[in-house]
């Protein structure tokens, strides 16, 4: 069974860092991109970065210049660096990957979430 493990959230003044980490565990074979969506309240989810297999990064406008996701493929983790937060960036930030894996008889694609973590940022 693959899991995917978030770490790293908590209260922040806006200005400040913070860093998440995802873990991936269970019989990974392969990972192909790695991505971190986040969800404030009443809002839908909505895609913050993402990193492909070759290391290859995208983001959403609004944290251009100021979040960072990279990936370590030896530990099977995906890591954002979150600098000069804003009240804004308030919300629940989650991990999702596209996890080949293998059963014991066969190798399975599929997307995985993590449970979430909560990141707020106020005075």
């Known amino acids: 069974q693959v899991q995917l493990v978030e770490s790293g959230g908590g209260l922040v003044q806006p200005g400040g860092s913070l860093r998440l980490s995802c873990a991936a565990s269970?019989?990974?074979?392969?990972?192909?991109?790695m991505r971190w969506y986040r969800q404030a309240p009443g809002k839908q989810r909505e895609l913050v970065a993402a990193?492909?297999?070759?290391?290859?990064?995208n983001y959403v406008d609004s944290v251009k210049g100021r979040f960072i996701i990279s990936r370590d493929n030896a530990k099977n983790t995906v890591t954002l660096q979150m600098n000069s937060l804003k009240p804004e960036d308030t919300a629940v930030y989650y991990c999702?990957?596209?996890?080949?894996?293998?059963?014991?008889?066969?190798?399975?694609?599929?997307?995985?979430w993590g449970q979430g973590t909560q990141v707020t940022v106020s005075s």
């Open positions: 999702n990957a596209d996890i080949r894996s293998w059963s014991g008889t066969r190798y399975t694609m599929a997307n995985y």
């Open positions: 269970g019989s990974i074979f392969s990972i192909n991109a």
């Open positions: 990193v492909t297999g070759s290391s290859n990064t």
